[in-house]
């Protein structure tokens, strides 16, 4: 497959896309982190919605449940309402959800109550759900304690850092919607806020993030990582300074690039792609544009190494409503993608801004290397 020009590209992603978020119950739909049944070939990903609200939402956490080879057929499953008690207790908008897939099992993490993470288990057999659960943390061999914003900022305070603001945001404090990066069975990720420097975490039971270290540069929102010839590799929203770090021990200490990679502030994605580092993050200033400025295109990077400067361009795509948290998804060595946009309702605003959270979309990107 070649295609001679950025058009090209772009009438094949996008020409190729299918609305798979629930649009007869919701009128909002995003900020998906998915994950993969790779035996069966499902995708599952949690998207905020509303029934009644626009653009960004979060009254509703939904988990998707999609085979990867017939998109029409996805379905939706509520995994937390606002409004509807779980065992007697309510979990007001759950938000910064991102969900792994464990024998069998779609294990969602979010956030809820403004300061406390949870998980909650989904059975494809079944549909059934569990019951919801906190998600500890700790540091090297300390008794775990709740994951919440009282113990990230012990943790950040005890590495030395300041001039963070863990309440920058008044509906989040902690976010973790970092894609899960897995290595000898573990994943790795990160905490952040609304502004502060990212902590990098573990987990190997499931349910407990162990505290690895502290990258010293604040970002706003968000940090990803991904993990590839023993590398951990992080790339931070936001970050007005150095924002693209390695790290050859796993998070206790990073070295960072001399690269600056100039993008929108807007979430990118970073992940392993056949031993190398694929990096997708937006642009400011590209036209046309309905959505706020930077949300409307998807630019992907394909190297390794700390010298982002020798990584190559696969494509840029740009949609005038909207890619807005776009997700990619390493499946089998073909890239998927899921992402949002505003075609549904670009005539609704929220804060004086149209979001591009109204509508989930898929498509099948193919073979990286087929691009080079």
């Known amino acids: 497959m070649y295609f001679a020009s950025n058009k090209e590209w772009e009438n094949h992603i996008l020409g190729r896309r299918t609305a798979v978020s629930d649009t007869l119950s919701y009128t909002s739909s995003s900020a998906p982190i998915a994950c993969t049944d790779p035996g069966r070939g499902i995708l599952y990903a949690p998207y905020h919605a509303s029934k009644t609200s626009y653009g960004e939402q979060f009254r509703t956490l939904v988990l998707l449940k ?102 920058a945001d008044g509906r989040e404090h902690i976010i973790a919607t970092a894609k899960p990066a897995w290595h000898n069975g573990s994943f790795y990720g990160t905490i952040t806020s609304g502004y502060s420097q990212p902590i990098v975490f573990e987990c190997k039971d499931m349910k407990t ?46 070295t960072a690039s001399k690269s600056f990679i100039p993008m929108a502030e807007t979430r990118p994605q970073i992940l392993e792609y056949e031993n190398k580092i694929l990096i997708g993050y937006s642009l400011m200033d590209i036209q046309p544009n309905l959505m ?10 394909l190297g390794e190494g700390s010298d982002f400067s020798t990584y190559k361009e696969i494509f840029t795509i740009v949609d005038k409503y909207g890619i807005v948290y776009f997700d990619l998804i390493n499946y089998k060595g073909s890239l998927l993608m899921l992402w949002s946009n505003s075609e549904l309702y670009i005539d609704q605003t929220q804060r004086g801004m149209v979001h591009g959270k109204d509508l989930l979309l898929y498509s099948k990107i193919g073979d990286l290397f087929e691009y080079l």
């Open 292 to 301: 706020r400025n930077g949300r409307n295109n998807m630019r992907l990077m």
């Open 66 to 167: 999609m085979p990867v080879m017939q998109p029409h057929r996805a379905e939706s499953f509520v995994l937390i309402d606002s409004d509807t008690a779980i065992d007697g207790v309510y979990y007001e908008n759950p938000v910064d959800a991102f969900s792994v897939f464990l024998d069998g099992i779609v294990r969602t993490f979010f956030l809820a109550n403004k300061d406390q993470y949870y998980y909650i288990d989904f059975d494809p057999a079944s549909n059934k759900l569990s019951k919801v659960e906190k998600v500890m943390c700790r540091q090297n061999n300390d008794p775990p304690v709740e994951l919440n914003t009282s113990a990230a900022e012990k943790y950040l305070e005890r590495n030395g850092m300041k001039n963070y603001n863990l309440f």
């Open 209 to 254: 993030f162990v505290f690895k270290g502290v990258i010293p540069q604040i970002a706003k929102y968000e940090c990803q990582v991904a993990i590839a010839g023993n590398v951990l590799y992080a790339i931070l929203r936001g970050a007005e300074k150095e924002n693209f770090f390695l790290s050859s021990d796993f998070g206790k200490s990073f």
